[in-house]
């Protein structure tokens, strides 16, 4: 783990008292110092007092608060964030809150690490003066599913880091009692109402009735002690109070007991159920909160409801009447608390320590563009990306389950807008007999036909939705061979606008921060008039044309770079290679010019290409995938996890027949976009080559990823003088030609260009005049264009195709 130096100020209960989170505060300062991380232990219930003060509830909080906030003011110039242990009540208030304050006061990122089963209640009683204070945490973990829906409720993204159990020392032993020869059931809860431990009395009672040798053990202390005490000698039961039980003694009290019963009428993930588990006891519990996430019934524990001492009663008698079921539990129990042992946590939490690190501190300036100038722009252009980034922001971090039921739910609301305003899958349900109504499930895709970029070019207007709105004209950049001229309403450029923001601020940078664009369309090129200059302007980017890069110009955009100190790059990853090869080969340092991250799109990324970027920058890179048609597809994270838009985008990966393949298996790429009702593409075949992937990433982000991705290849040509220019420099002169089908351009020499051409009609002399002239106005005057015709053109060996080659080197 990647821990070495960081500096961590850890605040949080310490023993005693021996409470779960005071346990796993400590455990954790050791793992993180184990990992070379530079801890600062923060107790907030601390410093010791005088037990007769420390009785006294409200003089001994208000003793202890002044202390806390100078330690924290303190402690914040010498860390690099704070990782806030946190609980519900007083304990928030007094703790949790001043702590996550004075982190925002000193910029310092602070995650939160939320737990306590009453979260719920507590949020109902005061939730704006809570979130008042949870809006001052760069991020929120907490150890459950539940607790992450809680939060979801009020509206705040948690992200789910489990408990950490110590499976070096809790494992599975001899049974060695020291509490008689008869069953011996523990509880292992302060004696405190809300774990109920009158219920676990009198539900022992009811069990001693049945197996007079059995003995009930209930370690811990608190306020509930004496009332337990003459409970127990009313019931005539033996009782045995462990008091308080160090955490490192408690794998010998689990291992003198046959089973744990957890009573708690309020709960999470209790370390002491999952160290009960590690050490391969059967568990009886309520079902409340959390447990229900944490516990399957009758496969890991036995669940009843709260206060049922009956049912609690019965549960532990059929487990000590068949051991073999006991055993059962217990081994089930003991396979699934192995994914809570710090290997499998550590990565997760370093994703969070690197991710709020990462969390840009803009400039006043920037904070100008991404709070007012650009959601102005956006919305003087009818965008509503800036409310969709913000619905993306919270989803990214939804469980795969729910983005999946999600994604059916307008799937259904897709297809059936397209069964009734959109003429080609009128015509198209009809032939196949497909009903939007009865989609359940992504897999009923599969009984469509896929869509190619033939079926759009045959039947272009027929895929307009009658209640279209402010549909454009677009062309895919022709770098398939098969450039397409399609629609794209507003609704759809603004899905695309919100996913590139989104990941854009992954990595620590925003839209106004300075960008330079190395970019060859000429959409850009040749529409730059004053509002675009303007805008960019305003934005703080800079466009610099990747289709003719000389010597010269490279030195130009070197010089350029260097001026304007961009914190991100954005562009092909072949054409920034062009300008790290040159400033190397010219000695020219770039990585001292405040690159932050390049990111790079429309060409495959190589891994060659991934370390030169970055050694020439000093930045990290960021791959994305997509195009105009097929939308922003994925984008990679900073744990290099390439996420798909999976809220806009449903990504199949099928056979050659069409068939969907399972998860992990190689296959075309075939998307679904959910933003598109205005001009729909519903199983759109990319033509490119990828798998899913199987694992979920470190980062936390309930994205599915795309583990394999063979993109678009389009090489460098070089003119007769020498100039090198990107291959779509020649792609864009004949993708716009309305007979060209497909095309291959081959540079032979720097002599000779030959253009293979599927077309129909043919070509008539004038079109070819046109080819030939701008290919040499780019080429060179003297360099010889042969133009071929041919029927059909072959992919290449690997089965991708290429449709710019150069053979000079």
């Known amino acids: 783990m990647k821990l070495a130096g960081l500096r961590i100020a850890l605040v949080g209960p310490l023993p005693p008292p021996a409470g779960g989170m005071a346990n796993q505060t400590l455990q954790l300062a050791a793992l993180l110092r184990a990992d070379g991380a530079k801890v600062t232990l923060m107790a907030v219930n601390g410093p010791v007092l005088p037990p007769w003060l420390a ?24 860390v690099d964030l704070f990782h806030i242990m946190a609980n519900s009540g007083w304990s928030w208030h007094l703790h949790a809150a001043p702590a996550l304050w004075i982190a925002s006061i000193k910029g310092k990122p602070a995650l939160l ?51 950490i159990v110590d499976l070096a020392r809790f494992t599975p032993g001899p049974r060695r009692s020291t509490f008689g020869d008869g069953p011996v059931i523990l509880v292992a809860r302060h004696l405190e109402t809300l774990y109920d431990n009158a219920s676990a009395v009198r539900t022992f009672a009811i069990v001693h009735a049945s197996m007079p040798s059995a003995r009930l053990v209930l370690a811990g202390d608190g306020p509930e002690r004496a009332a337990l005490t003459r409970l127990a000698l009313a019931l005539k039961v033996p009782v045995h109070f462990a008091g308080h039980v160090d955490n490192c003694a408690m794998q010998a009290l689990y291992r003198s007991c046959d089973m ?14 999952l160290e009960a588990q590690a ?31 009956g049912a609690m009663a019965a549960s532990i008698l059929s487990l000590l009447r068949d051991p073999e079921r006991a055993r059962r539990l217990a081994q089930a129990g003991l396979a699934q608390v192995a994914q809570y042992d710090w290997p499998a946590i550590a990565p997760l939490l370093l994703a969070h320590y690197r991710r709020i690190r990462a969390i840009a501190r803009p400039s006043p300036y920037t904070r100008l563009v991404t709070r007012w100038l650009f959601p102005l722009h956006e919305r003087l252009k009818r965008h509503h990306s800036t409310s969709l980034l913000r619905e993306l922001e919270r989803s990214q971090w939804w469980s795969p389950e729910r983005l999946e039921a999600w994604q059916v739910e307008r799937l259904r609301a897709l297809l059936l807008h397209a069964r009734a305003h959109v003429p080609y899958y009128q015509a198209l349900f009809a032939r196949c007999g497909f009903d939007p109504a009865k989609i359940n499930s992504l ?75 190395l970019w060859g369309s000429p959409i850009e090129l040749h529409a730059q008039d004053r509002m675009r200059r303007l805008r960019d302007w305003l934005l703080r980017s800079s466009l610099l044309p990747a289709f003719a890069m ?3 110009r490279i030195d130009g955009y070197i010089a350029q770079l260097r001026r304007l100190r961009p914190r991100m790059l954005f562009g092909y990853p072949s054409a920034l290679c062009r300008i ?28 060659a290409q991934r370390e030169q970027i970055a050694s020439a920058f000093g930045c990290q890179v960021a791959n994305g995938y997509g195009g105009r048609d097929a939308g922003f597809i994925a984008h990679e994270c900073p744990e290099g996890g390439m996420h798909v838009t999976a809220e806009d985008l449903i990504v199949e990966i099928v056979d050659a027949g069409g068939q969907q393949l399972p998860t992990g298996s190689t296959g075309e790429i075939v998307i679904t976009h959910l933003g598109t009702q205005d001009y729909p593409f519903i199983r759109y075949a990319t033509g490119d080559v990828g798998a899913l992937g199987t694992a979920p990433c470190t ?3 309930g994205l599915p990823l795309l583990q394999k991705l063979e993109g678009r290849s389009t090489d460098f040509l070089t003119a007769q003088d020498g100039t090198v220019m990107h291959g779509l420099a020649l792609v864009y002169i004949v993708r716009e030609l309305p007979q060209v089908r497909s095309f291959k351009i081959i540079q032979e020499s720097l002599l000779l260009t030959r253009v293979l051409l599927v077309c129909l009609p043919r070509l008539d002399d004038t079109t070819r005049t046109l080819i030939v002239t701008g290919f040499q106005a780019r080429l060179g005057a003297q360099v010889t264009i042969a133009i071929e015709e041919v029927n059909d053109i072959a992919a290449e060996a690997s089965g991708k195709y290429r449709y710019v080659i150069s053979k000079v080197v």
């Not at 744990?260 to 159920?273: G, H, K, R, T, W």
């Not at 507003?490 to 992954?506: L, V």
């Not at 090869?581 to 891994?607: P, Q």
Request: aromatic fraction near 8%; proline fraction near 6%; glycine fraction near 8%.
């Open 55 to 78: 009785r006294i509830r409200y003089l001994r909080a208000a003793l202890r608060l002044p202390l806390h906030l100078c330690r924290l003011w303190r402690a914040a110039d010498t």
């Open 113 to 163: 690490n939320y737990r306590g089963g009453e979260a719920a209640a507590f949020f109902a009683r005061s939730p704006r003066l809570v979130a008042l204070s949870l809006r001052r945490a760069s991020a929120i973990v907490v150890p459950s599913r539940f607790l992450a829906d809680v939060f979801e409720q009020y509206g705040h993204t948690a992200h789910v880091v489990p408990n």
């Open 260 to 273: 744990v019963l957890n009573p708690s009428l309020a709960d999470n993930m209790p370390i002491s159920v």
């Open 279 to 309: 050490c391969g006891l059967p568990i009886v519990s309520t079902r409340v909160g959390g447990i229900p996430a944490l516990l399957q019934d009758q496969v890991t524990a036995l669940l009843v409801a709260p206060g049922d001492s």
């Open 443 to 517: 897999a009923d895709l599969a009984r469509l036909p896929l869509l190619r970029k033939a079926d759009i070019a045959a039947a272009r207007d027929s895929f307009k939705s009658g209640q279209a709105v402010g549909l454009r004209p677009f062309a895919t950049g022709g770098s398939s061979g098969e450039p397409l001229l399609f629609f794209l309403g507003r609704r759809r450029i603004s899905h695309d606008i919100a996913a590139k923001w989104r990941a854009t601020r992954w990595w620590g940078v925003d839209i106004g921060d300075r960008e330079a664009v």
């Open 550 to 552: 000389s010597p010269a």
């Open 580 to 607: 790290a090869s040159h400033a190397r080969a010219h000695n020219t340092s770039l990585d001292g010019i405040g690159v932050k991250v390049a990111f790079v799109t429309s060409e495959r990324l190589y891994d």
């Open 699 to 701: 980062c936390g982000r």
